[in-house]
């Protein structure tokens, strides 16, 4: 759908509010504190509980008389928190996956749950750019790209909304520092802050007609963004269009009532702390708000919310469908085609003769969804690598070995077949940091490598190589020296979701074939990423960060942007232009599987400028196409350049301008191999 599409419903949205009496208008612009919602609030802070008072939809007040509902607000992103949901891989997982076609089906999956949870609201489209990787939320985005980040963001609201449920943004904007998003004040210049950060936002809320967006917590240019009226108000509804609403982050998004009321902002939630009625019947009395822009944010909502409810429903929402065993199939499905495969020295795929296997690391036997905070499904009923090894060789055959007692266990990994060590992070080493007093996740202050006695582990098992395979998890970048040299395989798992275990044990024996591709690169060290401090309360974005620094700097990645293996091979050839016209350029490619498996391959076009007036990236994704192919089959896949999305934005003409210059497209299967084809247009 489109902003537009919105507007069908502005005319009676008008004339519904005209006959709102202004404590119904109140209502609307604050979800309303159930007795219920306080007594687990009183609670929601002790370790170990931040996810409970997420346990149902938080509503505004319906205006029952006039038809107008309320807004049921879920959370996610990794599926519908409220309830007994699906619990799906990660977002990074699922942007791992560059499958768009798949990513709207999860859309279509988690709409479905929000509408069988009694919700109308889904707010987990995540899409902040990790300016670092050791941000403590990066693993409730898909990565570090924006162009990846708006495609895969648009599917997902896609799906979401194709069940009558408003998709909501977030967090609008530059929120990717956790412990200090209360306090930090992020500037940027203008032209990183439309190219980088803000990209992907206009970009779901043009081709994907997003109905809502949340403000975040940190300041931008010294506001709070709750109450900034340049994004809001000058950005996001006047030069991108959006005719959805705007609502706050929860509990502390914000701080000036009145500022917040004049900056385009329309919902506080989850209720009304600083827009209780009697503090907004003073503003209007003494003519500090009008009831001009009272109306406006009630049409916004109304108009939104009355195009919603008022379309066909697809299916319907029993509460079986929650957990359904379709929907747990999809969630292992994305978990399968997320994994990736980092190195492999014949290690992989495990010969079926394997029996004796040795599982290494306390993550092997541990629940591992992801985050405690806000996105935490509490009830996700998930399996671990343990207890789907177990399944696979039999309970008696596969040795748990703790990390620090691999001596040991000599014996035992001297008789396995294959050596698993699964490491990497959990909810207390990176999430969402609710309290400066606790250091239950947050961002990654120590460093965005494996802890140290994992490091020994991994190097205690250097002796066995040619068995041992790394199995990684984490939200984000994880450096992989020094003990790089040690393993034979290595396997990116990310979050992957309810039924990762099996996602993991199916990729190791072969059942599943790896087709994931990282959604970041991973550098040698931690000083080739920009410099960051966790605790500042001031920060600069620079235009630079991930792939594209590297490469401006020519600093080597250990592994590349969008880089995979596979169990087959692939062969892309006949890359040529097709198609230019002043809109787009077309470019087509052939893939074929050259290999002996059924296998995934991400086909990936870049594009760099030559002789620009400014300072550009040397290249930057354009598209992506995932396909799938039996062996010897081959496919020609079209990509598409969009003609704005060559534009920079130039400060002094306050707007994108796009050079009569020379292009150069790369198509490849990662950021590095893109090289080899240099398409002039």
């Known amino acids: 759908m489109k902003q537009q599409d919105l507007m069908t419903y502005d005319a009676k949205a008008r004339e519904l509010v005209g006959e709102m009496t202004l404590d119904e208008k109140l209502g609307m612009i604050a979800a309303t504190l159930r007795p ?11 370790p170990g509980n931040w996810g409970g008072y997420n346990y149902r939809p938080w509503k505004t007040r319906a205006v029952k008389r006039l038809g107008v509902p309320a807004v049921g ?7 519908v928190v409220s309830g007994t949901s699906t619990c799906f891989p990660v977002t990074m997982a699922r942007g791992a996956t560059f499958d768009k076609e798949l990513e709207e089906r999860v ?8 509408r069988a949870n009694g919700g109308n609201f889904f707010g987990g489209v995540c899409m902040n750019l990790p300016y670092h990787p050791g941000w403590g939320r990066s693993q409730e985005v898909y990565g570090e790209d924006s162009m990846h980040m708006g495609k895969m963001a648009v599917a997902l609201t896609n799906g979401v909304q194709s069940q009558n449920v408003v998709a909501c943004l977030k967090h609008y904007a530059f929120n990717s520092m956790e412990n200090m998003r209360f306090k930090v004040n992020v500037t940027a210049d203008k032209r990183t802050e439309q190219e980088i950060y ?25 506001d709070q963004c709750c109450e900034s009226k340049y994004l809001i108000q000058d950005v996001l509804k ?20 009145e500022k917040g009321f004049h900056s385009g902002l329309d919902i506080e939630y989850p209720f009304p702390y600083r827009w209780n009625k009697p503090a907004l019947k003073r503003l209007l009395k003494k003519g500090k708000i009008s009831m001009e822009e009272l109306d406006a944010k009630c049409v916004a909502i109304a108009r939104t919310l009355l195009f919603f409810q008022e379309r066909e429903d697809p299916q319907k929402y029993p509460k079986k469908i929650l957990q359904s065993k379709e929907h747990i199939a999809l969630a292992k499905e994305v978990a399968d085609k997320a994994l990736t495969l980092l190195k492999n020295e014949a290690v992989l795929p495990l010969d079926k003769k394997t029996k004796k296997v040795v599982l290494a690391g306390e993550l092997a036997d541990y629940c591992n969804i992801g985050d405690h905070g806000s996105s935490w499904i509490m009830r996700a009923n998930a399996d671990t690598v343990y207890e789907a090894a177990c399944e696979a060789f039999g309970k008696r055959n596969v040795t748990l070995v703790p990390t620090a007692e691999l001596n040991k266990h000599k014996k035992d990994l001297e008789q396995a077949d294959a050596v698993i060590a699964v490491v990497g992070l959990k909810h207390d080493d990176e999430g969402e940091n609710l309290s400066e007093a606790t250091s239950i996740g947050g961002d990654r202050k120590q460093g965005i490598g494996l802890h140290e006695e994992e490091v020994e582990l991994l190097q205690g098992l250097a002796a066995y190589k040619a068995k041992t395979t790394a199995v990684l998890i984490g939200g984000n970048t994880l450096l992989l020296d020094p003990w790089y040299d040690c393993v034979g395989a290595i396997l990116q798992a990310y979050y992957p979701g309810m039924r990762g275990g099996h996602a993991i044990v199916d990729v190791l024996t072969g059942k599943t074939n790896p087709s994931g591709k990282s959604p970041f690169v991973i550098p040698y060290k931690e000083e080739d990423l920009p410099k960051i401090d966790w605790d500042a309360t001031e920060w600069h974005y620079e235009y630079y960060h991930g792939y594209r620094k590297l490469d401006k700097e020519n600093v080597a990645p250990r592994v590349p942007y ?5 169990y087959t091979t692939f062969k892309l050839s006949g890359a040529k232009k097709v198609h230019e016209c002043n809109k787009c350029v077309k470019f087509e490619v052939t ?9 995934g391959e991400v086909v990936q076009l870049y594009v760099g400028s030559n002789g620009s007036n400014v300072d550009r990236p040397v290249r930057s994704l354009m598209d992506f196409e995932k396909v799938y192919l039996k ?12 003609k704005k999305d060559l534009a920079y934005f130039d400060e002094a003409k306050d707007d994108f301008v796009i050079e009569d210059i020379a292009y150069t497209a790369y198509i490849g299967t990662d950021e590095q191999s893109c090289v080899d084809t240099a398409i002039k247009f």
Not at 73 to 79: A, K, T, Y
Not at 238 to 257: E, S
Not at 591 to 599: L, P, R, S
């Open 73 to 79: 607000f879920c959370d996610g992103p990794r599926g």
């Open 107 to 114: 859309g279509k999956v988690i709409g479905a749950e929000v």
């Open 591 to 599: 893939v074929k599987n050259t290999g002996k498996v059924y296998g």
């Open 238 to 257: 006047d030069r991108y269009g959006f005719n959805g609403f705007v609502i706050t982050d929860f509990f502390f998004g914000l701080h000036d009532a």
């Open 631 to 642: 062996p010897g089959e081959k496919k020609t896949v079209t990509l598409v350049v969009k």
């Open 562 to 566: 969008g880089y995979g293996l596979s």
């Open 198 to 222: 803000l990209r992907h936002f206009r970009q779901a809320v043009e081709e994907a007609g997003a109905g809502s967006v949340m403000a975040a917590y940190n300041l931008y240019r010294g």
């Open 36 to 46: 219920y919602d306080a007594i687990t609030l009183s609670g929601m802070f002790l």
